[in-house]
Every structure is written in structure tokens, then in C-alpha cells.
């Protein structure tokens, strides 16, 4: 195909609510010698979209200025050193930004090919959540059958990916969310136990699940106040992964749990990795969980989906926190 100039782009106009969000035309990216050039046709939407367009979110200085962090696309140029994918390509890409838009650039190795069996707007909905649970639960949690996982914000799109790739794994999973309906969705998914934090200490009702026990691994995207009783639910040798601070980053803590139950604690966020770490972490994602997605034990939940000139109303939806699953962009035709 003849690539234009121009191209249809989501830009922030000035830090504030979804009303910034304008479309307007900006310059196709010109791509590096080992990027890609994807012709976007879905772009998922994430929380640090909403907290970078609320100027919360420092965008790294080698990155787009425009929003979006995951696309599902088809390859239509690459660099003089780009050699891992053909022309006409489809693949799903963790972005360095600019994923709000006709067009975007990435570098080739942060590309994953798409599944087949998926639309784009599933398809979209794979690279943050995967690359985030295979990094942090796997990985740096290093979960495994024998262990009892407990998942905060269960419902998201992270916390569904969680859900499926721990049960898949054969771990027990125990999970929070907000209402009963998203509780019953996590039950759904595959969690054994469901904890509506808004009517129960969840502290308590998963000590009593697991009869005192405690867990071994906990994913945390709240923080907060949940730190400590998350410290104070991992039984000996826990692992606490936390990947994000919905209740903020403070956190008054008894450290002596870690220092009697011998924890560890780790967290971690995609896009202030080296590319070469990211790298190694999409290996591991196409190792580990694309065979998650071709056998069904791993599916795509899209709660909703707009065109690429209702992405305010795809940000109010994310930040009003009733949605479960994924939200997405239509920004191309199949």
C-alpha cells in the first residue's frame, strides 16, 4: 500500500477530564531501523492512558506524546534492520505511546503475532494485560500449581487475565471486586472464591477461605491501606507483586511480617523498561501464555468498544470503574 503523510491521531490538548481528548491530524511516524509501522485497526485502552491524560503520568522522553499502550495492526513498513516480520503481517504490539492513532510505530521485538480466531478488537486486548501477569505473576511471583493466589480488582482487564493464566497454571485463585455482579464475573472466569470488598473485610473472609493459612502470592493494583493486611494475609514465603496505586503509594506497614514470614516484595511498570527487557519479557509471553490463548484456557474479554472519536466516552467508562474486562478502540477496519 501507498503510505500517507498524515494520519488521524488522539492528542491531549492540555492536562485535564476525557474532554482534552480531541482528534486532530499529526505526521505518520517514520520508522527506526528495527521498528514496524502497524496500520492500527483496535487499540486497547489502560489506566495510565487516563492518568497521563490527567498530566499524573510522565511519558518517557524517547515516546509519543500521544496515548495508547497495546494495538492490534498489520505491518506496513519496517526499518533496514527489521527483519522478524513480513510486510502485510498482522501482529498485537506493547507501544512506547501513540497507540491512538492510524498508525504506529514499535520496535519490531515488542511484537507478538496475532492469534488466530481473533478480531482486532480482541486481538487488542492482549499485549498490556499479558505482558503485565506474565511479568509480575509469573515471573517476578513466580506462581505455580501448589500455590493460592489472591488477585485485588479482580474484574479488570488485568485482574481477568490474571484469573484465566492462574487457573490455567492450577493454582487456587482468590480474588476482590466491587459489587456482587463483578464478583460473580470473576466466578465466572475461573476464581474459586470472589470477596465483595464493599460488604466484607476481605482481609478477613480470606483468612477464613483459606482456614488461616494465608496466601502465597498476592497481585496488588490497589495499595494503600492494602498493603498491610496484604503483608499480614501471605503465608511464609509469599511473594507480593504490586504493579499499580489506585488507593496511592503510601502506606504505613508492620514490617515485621516480612521479616518473620520471610516475604518478598516486588513490583514493577512496563514502560519504564528497557526495550531489550521488554524484549525478553514478549518471549516469555509468546512462551507462555500464547498457548493459553490457542488451546481457550485464555479469552479476551471486551466489555466495550468504541470508534476513535468517542475515546472521551471510553475514558469516562475506565475511570468510572463499572466496567469488566477490556475497553477498546475501533480505529480501522478488519
Known sequence: ???????????????????????????????????????????????PDCMQRQGHYKVPAD??????????GEVVARGTAALKWQLGDRVVALTHGGGYAEFCKVDE???????????????????????TVQYNLLTRAALVAADTVLIH????????????????????????????????????????HAINYRTSDWLV????????RGVNVVLDMVAGPYVDKNL????????????????????????????????????????????EQKSAIAANCQASMWPLIANGQLRSVIHSSFPLNEVSQAHELMESGTHMGKIVLEVASD
Open 1 to 47: 500500500m501507498t503510505l500517507p503523510t498524515t494520519m488521524r491521531a488522539v492528542e491531549i490538548t492540555a492536562p485535564g477530564d476525557p474532554s482534552v481528548l480531541q482528534i486532530c491530524q499529526a505526521d505518520v511516524p517514520v520508522v527506526g531501523p528495527g521498528d514496524v509501522l502497524i496500520r492500527v485497526l483496535a487499540a486497547g485502552v489502560n489506566r
Open 63 to 72: 515516546a509519543s506524546a500521544y496515548p495508547g499502550l497495546e494495538v492490534a
Open 109 to 131: 521485538r515488542h511484537c507478538l503475532p496475532w492469534p488466530e480466531n481473533l478480531s482486532s478488537l480482541e486481538a487488542a486486548t492482549l499485549p498490556e494485560t499479558c505482558f
Open 153 to 192: 480488582g479482580g474484574s479488570s482487564g488485568i485482574g481477568s487475565t490474571a484469573i484465566q493464566v492462574s487457573k490455567a497454571i492450577g493454582a487456587q485463585v482468590l480474588v476482590t471486586a466491587g459489587s456482587d455482579e463483578k464478583c460473580a464475573y470473576c466466578l465466572e472466569l475461573g476464581a474459586d
Open 205 to 212: 473472609e480470606a483468612e477464613r477461605i483459606t482456614n488461616g
Open 232 to 275: 499480614k494475609l501471605l503465608a511464609l514465603d509469599g511473594r507480593y507483586a504490586l504493579i499499580a496505586f489506585l488507593l496511592g503509594p503510601k502506606a504505613e506497614v508492620n514490617l515485621m511480617h516480612v521479616l518473620t514470614k520471610r516475604l518478598t516484595l516486588t513490583g514493577s511498570a512496563l514502560r519504564p523498561q528497557s526495550p
